[in-house]
């Protein structure tokens, strides 16, 4: 495109209408979002974390990206978390994404984020588990959640969506209300068994897969003796777990560089030892067959988050909405675009 787009803004109700009931097509999406990053076909760098002195809890990152093959665009995702927020009955997280022509660079889209945002992680996380478990030889059937406030319940939905089924569903969470509240959600489509935990031990003794999706800055789950099992562990929230439990583990994370930031836990053990050897590999090289995950060891997941799957999600939408002819655009948008006036 070699002239100046129109500028469109998606809505988070389009956004909505755009991928739900489509978990597997977005998950699709995902999947060659990985494929195209560990073909080299992406620009990914470190996401930027603007923190506030005062407001230690909160933040805000940016994570800008491109990519090229069949999603061809760049752009940048600004998305906020601020987890006091819940107690007032406001969502955590708030972001919006601007899509980039890959031509003329020029913004020509602004979307609504929060939910493509909790899309893609959650079809990553799904992806994860598919490709693990079925590697491994055996889909689990009992899952536990750790923190169940909106990602949870999204990568439940890709769960579900990407055919997994259970008989036992387990909760827990530091809040009774989120527990209650999640058990609700939960009653509305499962027919297995439904039990909130009072602790975490109990919950993960009890799961083959288990979904870690809190808010906690630290980790809060220490023994390695409650992995025994060998399940496979959902890390989303990245800082649950000891150095010691991922250095007993198979680990595997959307990508090194990234995840070893930060401290999220694989960042701590790697500070711990000095090296980050206990990486096993990334989920590409999963999904390429280059690394085999073990049945007799726990399986962990840590995705940090790629930027490159909010653009591969985003253009997903925007295609969306503009083929169904409902894209809302700002007219005149760009301005003064002629050289000389
Ligand atoms: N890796 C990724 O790509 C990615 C992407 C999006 C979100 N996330 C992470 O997912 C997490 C969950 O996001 P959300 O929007 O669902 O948050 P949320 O605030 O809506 O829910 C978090 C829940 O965890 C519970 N909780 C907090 N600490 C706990 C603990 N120690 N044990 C048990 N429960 C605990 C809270 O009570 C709450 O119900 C966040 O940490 C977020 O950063 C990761």
């Given at each position: 495109m070699s002239q100046v787009p129109a500028f469109a803004v998606i809505s988070g109700a389009q956004v909505h209408d755009a991928v739900a009931g489509r978990e597997a097509e977005v998950t699709r999406m995902v999947e060659a979002a990985y494929r195209l990053h560990g073909e080299g076909q992406t620009v990914n760098p470190d996401s930027y974390f603007l923190r506030f002195p005062d407001r230690p809890a909160d933040r805000i990152i940016a994570l800008p990206a491109s990519v090229k093959g069949d999603v061809g665009v760049h752009g940048i995702k600004w998305i906020s978390s601020f987890p006091g927020n819940v107690a007032n009955g406001v969502p955590r997280a708030s972001a919006v994404l601007i899509l980039n022509d890959a031509?003329?660079?020029?913004?020509f889209a602004c979307l609504e984020s929060s939910i493509i945002s909790a899309a893609r992680t959650a079809a990553s996380a799904a992806l994860a588990a598919a490709a693990l478990a079925d590697a491994r030889g055996d889909r689990p059937r009992r899952i536990g959640f750790v923190g169940v406030g909106l990602i949870a319940r999204y990568i439940h939905t890709y769960l579900a969506g990407n055919g997994f089924t259970f008989d036992e569903l387990g909760i827990h969470d530091l809040s009774r209300e989120h527990a209650e509240g999640f058990k609700g959600y939960l009653e509305r489509s499962e027919k297995g068994e439904i039990t909130i935990h009072e602790s975490a031990e109990s919950l993960i003794r009890a799961s083959d897969l288990v979904v870690f999706a809190t808010v906690?800055?630290?980790?809060h789950v220490t023994d390695p003796a409650w992995f025994t099992h060998n399940p496979l562990v959902?890390?989303?929230?990245?800082?649950?777990?000891?150095p010691e439990i991922v250095l007993s583990s198979y680990n595997v994370v959307d990508d090194v560089e990234h995840c070893?930031?930060?401290?999220t836990s694989p960042h701590l053990a790697e500070q711990q030892?000095?090296?980050?050897?206990?990486v096993a590999g990334t989920l590409y090289d999963v999904l390429t067959g280059a690394t085999t995950p073990p049945a007799d060891k726990p399986v962990v997941f840590s995705p940090f988050g790629l930027g490159v799957l909010d653009l591969a999600v985003a253009r997903y939408v925007y295609d969306q909405v503009a083929s169904s002819g409902a894209l809302h655009t700002v007219p005149d948008f760009f301005h003064d675009l002629k050289r000389y006036g």
């Amino acid at each position: 495109m070699s002239q100046v787009p129109a500028f469109a803004v998606i809505s988070g109700a389009q956004v909505h209408d755009a991928v739900a009931g489509r978990e597997a097509e977005v998950t699709r999406m995902v999947e060659a979002a990985y494929r195209l990053h560990g073909e080299g076909q992406t620009v990914n760098p470190d996401s930027y974390f603007l923190r506030f002195p005062d407001r230690p809890a909160d933040r805000i990152i940016a994570l800008p990206a491109s990519v090229k093959g069949d999603v061809g665009v760049h752009g940048i995702k600004w998305i906020s978390s601020f987890p006091g927020n819940v107690a007032n009955g406001v969502p955590r997280a708030s972001a919006v994404l601007i899509l980039n022509d890959a031509e003329t660079g020029y913004p020509f889209a602004c979307l609504e984020s929060s939910i493509i945002s909790a899309a893609r992680t959650a079809a990553s996380a799904a992806l994860a588990a598919a490709a693990l478990a079925d590697a491994r030889g055996d889909r689990p059937r009992r899952i536990g959640f750790v923190g169940v406030g909106l990602i949870a319940r999204y990568i439940h939905t890709y769960l579900a969506g990407n055919g997994f089924t259970f008989d036992e569903l387990g909760i827990h969470d530091l809040s009774r209300e989120h527990a209650e509240g999640f058990k609700g959600y939960l009653e509305r489509s499962e027919k297995g068994e439904i039990t909130i935990h009072e602790s975490a031990e109990s919950l993960i003794r009890a799961s083959d897969l288990v979904v870690f999706a809190t808010v906690a800055g630290e980790p809060h789950v220490t023994d390695p003796a409650w992995f025994t099992h060998n399940p496979l562990v959902l890390h989303v929230s990245l800082r649950d777990l000891s150095p010691e439990i991922v250095l007993s583990s198979y680990n595997v994370v959307d990508d090194v560089e990234h995840c070893m930031k930060a401290n999220t836990s694989p960042h701590l053990a790697e500070q711990q030892t000095g090296h980050r050897d206990f990486v096993a590999g990334t989920l590409y090289d999963v999904l390429t067959g280059a690394t085999t995950p073990p049945a007799d060891k726990p399986v962990v997941f840590s995705p940090f988050g790629l930027g490159v799957l909010d653009l591969a999600v985003a253009r997903y939408v925007y295609d969306q909405v503009a083929s169904s002819g409902a894209l809302h655009t700002v007219p005149d948008f760009f301005h003064d675009l002629k050289r000389y006036g």
